[in-house]
C-alpha cells in the first residue's frame, strides 16, 4: 500500500525532480492527487525472517506501479524500529515508518510502528498502541483485515516468512472480499510457518519466492481490474458507449451461461456486481484483458471454470480456523463446564453467524 505522510516522518528517497524523470522515462503510471485513494493497496505481513524477504520484494518493484505498500512485521514493542531506515536502501520509493492520521498516497512504503496496531480509514493510517492479550498477537491480520474492509477488491495482501499462524484471516478476508492473495513459496522462506497457514487455507492466488511475487505485483498493477474494481460499476458503464455497454453484457451472459451448463448452477440471480468483480479479477491473474478473451479461455478449460465456480461461492470458514479461540475454549471455558454440570447433561454448543455449519 502506498500511503503519504500528513505529519512529520523518517523519509529516505530519491529527490522528487529524479523520480519524475523516472517516471516519465519508463512509461510509468501517473500519481494521482493525494486527496484521492483511487488506487491499489498491498499489506506485506512478516515475522521472523521478514527482514529478507522484505528487502527482496521491494528490490524488484519499481517506483511507478501506481500501488501503495505497507508493511507490518511483528516488532519488539520495547525498543526503536530501524526497519523502516534499512528498507529505504533497497528501493527508490519513498519509506516512512506509519505515524497515526497518515494519508494514503500511491508509490510510497509505509512500515508498522514498534508498539502499535494499525488499521486503514478513510485513505488514512489509524494506529493504536498494542494490546496485551493472552495467545498471539495478531496484528498483521487486524491490517489486512480493515485492508479487505476499505479497499474491497483493491485490496491486495502478501504473507511472507514468519512463525505460527497471523496473516491467514486477513488473506481470508481480502479474498473474500474480491481482492488478491500471495503467499511466499515456503521453501524460499527462512520460517515457513506463516505462509503455509495461509496456503493451507486454499486462499492464495499467488505462492513464489518474494522476488516471483514482486514480479507479479508489478504485473497485476497495469491490469484495468484493480481500478475498476475501485470505481463504482455505475460509473464505469454509463461511460461506456451504447454498441460496447451491449456487447460486454452479451458476452457475461454468456460466461454465465457457460457456467451453468458445467456446474448446474444458476448464477442469474446473483448480485451482478459481485459476478463482475470476480470474473475481472479472474481475467486480471490469467493475463486476459477483455471479457471476450476470458469467454474463450473459460470454455476452453474446465479447470477455471471450476476456479471461477469456487471465486464466486467463496467461503471463509474452516474447522479451527480460529486455532486461538479454540485454545482458550479448551484450557479455559470447557473445564468450567465439565466442573459443573451432572454427568448425564450434554453440552450443547451454538454457533452465530457460521457460514457452512462445519464449525
Known amino acids: 500500500m502506498i500511503l503519504l505522510a500528513q505529519l512529520p516522518s523518517p523519509v529516505i528517497s530519491p529527490s522528487s525532480s529524479e523520480k519524475e524523470v523516472r517516471r516519465q522515462r519508463e512509461g510509468g503510471v501517473p500519481e494521482m492527487p493525494s486527496e484521492h485513494s483511487l488506487f491499489p493497496i498491498v499489506g506485506i505481513g512478516a515475522s521472523a525472517g521478514g527482514l529478507e524477504a522484505f ?46 492520521g497518515m494519508k494514503v498516497c500511491v508509490n510510497h512504503v509505509y512500515v508498522i510502528a514498534p508498539n502499535t496496531d494499525m488499521t486503514l480509514s478513510q485513505g488514512m493510517l489509524q494506529l493504536v498502541p498494542r494490546t496485551e492479550a493472552g495467545g498471539q498477537h495478531l496484528s498483521i491480520d487486524t ?63 499467488f505462492i513464489g519466492s518474494p522476488e516471483a511475487i514482486a514480479r507479479e505485483l508489478t504485473r497485476i498493477s497495469h491490469h484495468p481490474h484493480l481500478y475498476r474494481s475501485i470505481v463504482r460499476e455505475t460509473d464505469e458503464e454509463s461511460a461506456l458507449p451504447e454498441q460496447e455497454f451491449l456487447e460486454r453484457e452479451q458476452v457475461f451472459q454468456q460466461i454465465l451461461r457457460v457456467l451453468r451448463r458445467r456446474t448446474d448452477v444458476d448464477f442469474t440471480a446473483y448480485k451482478l456486481t459481485t459476478l463482475q468483480r470476480r470474473i475481472q479479477r479472474r481475467m486480471a491473474l490469467l493475463q486476459i484483458d477483455s471479457m471476450a478473451q476470458y469467454l474463450t479461455y473459460l470454455s476452453d478449460h474446465q479447470a477455471e471454470v471450476e476456479a471461477l465456480y469456487q471465486d464466486v461461492l467463496i467461503g471463509v470458514t474452516s474447522f479451527f480456523r480460529d486455532s486461538s479461540t479454540f485454545q482458550t475454549l479448551g484450557r479455559e471455558i470447557f473445564p468450567r463446564l465439565m466442573e459443573t454440570k451432572a454427568t448425564s447433561s450434554p453440552i450443547r454448543v451454538w454457533v452465530p453467524g457460521c457460514s457452512t455449519g462445519e464449525e
Do not use: W
Not at 501506481?66 to 526503536?80: F, K, S
Not at 511466499?184 to 527462512?190: F, Y
Open 55 to 100: 528487502k527482496e520484494v521491494l528490490r524488484f518493484i519499481p517506483d511507478n506501479t501506481g500501488m501503495a505498500y505497507v508493511l507490518v512485521q511483528h516488532l519488539d514493542p520495547r525498543h526503536e524500529s530501524l526497519l523502516s531506515t534499512l528498507l529505504a536502501r533497497t528501493t527508490p520509493m519513498e519509506v516512512h515508518e506509519a505515524r497515526e
Open 143 to 205: 491490517f489486512l483485515r480493515s485492508l479487505a474492509e476499505r479497499q474491497a477488491a483493491g485490496a491486495l495482501g502478501v504473507i511472507l516468512s514468519g512463525t505460527a499462524t497471523d496473516g491467514t484471516l486477513g488473506l481470508q478476508a481480502i479474498k473474500a472480499a474480491g481482492g488478491m492473495t500471495f503467499a511466499q513459496d515456503p521453501t524460499s522462506a527462512l520460517f515457513a510457518e506463516m505462509p503455509q497457514s495461509a496456503i493451507a487455507t486454499e486462499c492464495v492466488d
